[in-house]
């Protein structure tokens, strides 16, 4: 399934428990296992303080009454759902939990309520609960176990939610339909054999929902499901086509659909529910249409385009067919997109290379765009990040790639070391979008940074989405060593000092041109890596299996393990010569530990360099600051060792 990110901090607290008190390092916490990892230094949090404090802020949904909303954002150890009552007002903390909140909506009519989503540890068995502003009580419910619950669909009414949950076997995402206010209301209204089914959107009288079917990034079908009855029936043929959003028209006759159907790129469109037939609304505009919504009056459609990686905000009205782009948004990447009841108001989020996530309005009858929270960047002037370019190269067979290039700046002298930082997915794709903490490698010690997209990323059609499926893995592959070769042809960039690194399938990827290209790259880091498409696809959680195959391929078919074998980092592990770190949550539901483990047992027999960084309480990723200063503090150590043969003290950082 695809998720959304759609990305989180206490500080540090540098006591004597934390410290050695003699020596002055900086301990890892008890929920943190190491290995090779030298003591750092207190100087090293000092050194990149200004660079760790910084915190996004994120658009979560309006209350339906009033013009207030929900965002999430940190201010403690982990991102919790806070209130906003007016552009720049104060963000008032809801939830205090030790878990990061993975989402959270207002019931819809009066607001009295609102539904979050809560995992523990990144374990990803996400359950939903209910707060109530009456009281502030948290209510569960869902079932609390190892099922995985989410992708809440409001009805029109806003008594029922309906949502998705694996709790009958842990592999099917099964259809359930609930008043929140009442728990005991729950009850599963479709059983269906699959991870990838979601509730999307209900019609306008609650009669039916819309269902998606996810098989791939290009397969999806969507079917009309009688809430009633149980009854479902297709409404898209199973081809290769995919959808990937859906929402009833006001009249109920119409579906409006993001969809690849007979076009390289998703548009927008509908479908006529009496005729199952799609008309396009954006045939016009040769970019993925992102994400849209519908206002509650079904006038005026919003929808986001993602054009060379840069969000551009569109208005549709449904009665002319007629599309005219936003004037005054903000340059950068958008999320979260969401209309007011009020029918003339949308939130969103967006964040660019110079500013972290914040939240703005838009209102339509006034065309004035309203910024509501100004997110710390932590000491940072946002005006003197980097802004990347847009590079482009030739892979080894005369396709096409592209990436975003962040120089470092021009007070550095000499030709600069590089670091390539690979996205994952593999369906993902590098935006000009904020990098945080990465500025610190730029800034402070001279590294520019490279964000390719090989082949397999989204945004440039569903053909290059194909290409690196099946035994076609190792074209992305070599599509970074072709940007080795763009990096040797660039005068200002050293091609004798690049390290790689990226996480999840990018972790994948840094293993893998770790083994094809060791000769040409100082150090790598993996971050939540696959060894092996065998044994991850055997150990990665039931819900998620099916779908992975359609991507990696079938290890139950004895060639594509074969070829499997052929191409796992591990069984290559041999030719990596260089420094490596490996980085893994503890709780990983999708690449589970034990790819880290057995890459690091092996690597270890190269006699070169292994670090390895564990967190008991993190899953795909790390999400708490404690945890994840501690990862940035030692790659930095990392960093400064192997790539720039530096001094790993950090007292007075040498600018070569």
């Known amino acids: 399934m695809c998720h959304r990110l759609l990305p989180i901090t206490a500080l540090v607290t540098l006591t004597a428990a934390a410290l050695g008190a003699q020596n002055q390092t900086i301990a890892p916490t008890p929920n943190l296992v190491v290995d090779g990892i030298p003591a750092i230094p207190v100087s090293v949090a000092d050194e990149v303080r200004r660079y760790t404090e910084g915190r996004p802020a994120r658009f979560a949904g309006w209350h ?44 819809p009519v009066e607001g009295r309520y609102f ?3 809560k995992d523990v540890g990144g374990n990803e068995f996400t359950q939903l609960y209910r707060h109530d502003f009456a009281d502030g009580r948290v209510t569960l419910l869902t079932d609390g176990g190892r099922s995985q619950n989410g992708d809440v669909a409001w009805s029109t009414k806003g008594d029922r939610l309906a949502y998705g949950s694996t709790r009958r076997n842990g592999a099917d995402r099964d259809i359930y339909v609930m008043n929140p206010a009442d728990p005991k209301s729950d009850a599963q209204v479709l059983q269906v054999q699959g991870g990838g089914w979601q509730a999307t959107d209900w019609s306008p009288d609650d009669r039916q929902l819309l269902v998606t079917e996810f098989t791939s990034i290009t397969k999806s079908t969507l079917w009309i499901l009688d809430v009633a009855s149980g009854q479902k029936a297709p409404l898209t043929n199973p081809t290769e086509e995919a959808y990937f959003d859906g929402v009833f028209s006001a009249d109920g006759r119409d579906v409006y659909v993001i969809t690849d159907k007979d076009s390289e790129f998703q548009r927008l469109g509908y479908i006529d529910l009496a005729t199952k037939q799609l008309t396009p609304l954006t045939a016009d505009l040769k970019w993925d249409v992102e994400g849209f919504d519908l206002s509650p009056d079904g006038k005026t459609l919003a929808f986001a385009v993602n054009e060379a990686g840069v969000s551009k905000l569109y208005l549709f009205d449904t009665a002319s067919r007629k599309a005219w782009p936003i004037p005054g948004i903000p340059n ?26 914040d939240v703005y309005s838009f209102d339509t009858s006034t065309s004035q765009v309203t910024r509501w929270t100004e997110s710390e960047l932590g000491g940072l002037v946002g005006s003197e990040l980097a802004e990347p370019e847009l590079i482009r190269w030739k892979s080894f067979d005369g396709l096409d790639i592209s990436g975003f290039y962040y120089r470092a700046p021009s007070r550095f002298a000499g030709k600069r070391p590089v670091i390539v930082d690979i996205h994952g997915g593999p369906e993902g794709q590098s935006r000009p979008a904020f990098i945080g903490r990465n500025n610190y490698f730029l800034n402070e010690l001279g590294v520019s940074i490279i964000y390719p997209n090989a082949r397999g990323s989204t945004g440039f059609g569903k053909k290059f989405v194909g ?13 970074i060593g072709a940007l080795l070769d763009w990096i040797a042809s660039r005068p200002e960039l050293d091609a004798s000092r690049v390290m790689v690194t990226g996480g999840s399938y990018g972790g994948y990827m840094t293993l893998a041109v770790s083994t094809m290209y060791s000769n040409r790259l100082r150090a790598a880091v ?15 959680e039931s819900y998620r299996r099916d779908l992975r195959r359609v991507e990696y391929g079938d290890e139950r078919d004895p060639k594509m393990s074969e070829f499997f074998e052929q191409i796992a980092p591990i069984n290559k592990a041999q030719h990596i010569a260089h420094p490596l770190f490996v980085i893994q949550g503890g709780n990983d539901p999708r690449v589970p530990l034990s790819e880290a483990e057995r890459m690091v047992e092996r690597v270890k027999q190269n006699q070169k360099p292994v670090w390895y960084l564990m967190a008991k309480d993190e899953g795909h990723g790390f999400a708490k600051k404690s945890n994840v200063d501690f990862q940035f503090y030692a790659t930095v150590m990392f960093v400064r060792r192997y790539l ?13």
Do not use: Y
Request: zero cysteines; proline letters at 4%; a positive charge.
């Open 526 to 540: 993996d971050v939540v890596g696959i060894s092996n498409f065998n044994t991850f696809l055997k150990n990665t």
């Open 332 to 357: 950068g990447v958008l999320g979260a997109l969401a209309w007011h009841r009020n029918n003339r108001e949308l939130g969103f989020s967006m964040n660019s290379a110079r500013s972290a996530s």
């Open 115 to 117: 539904v979050f989503a």
């Open 64 to 107: 339906p009454v009033r013009r207030e909303m929900l965002i999430s954002t940190r201010f403690g150890n982990t991102a919790q759902v806070h209130s906003v009552k007016m552009p720049g007002g104060a963000r008032t903390q809801l939830t205090f939990f030790n878990e990061p909140i993975g989402g959270a909506s207002f019931e």
């Open 467 to 479: 290409l690196d499926n099946g035994m076609k893995r190792e074209d992305s592959v070599k599509d």
């Open 644 to 656: 720039l043969d530096q001094d790993v003290t950090l007292s007075n950082p040498s600018r070569q």
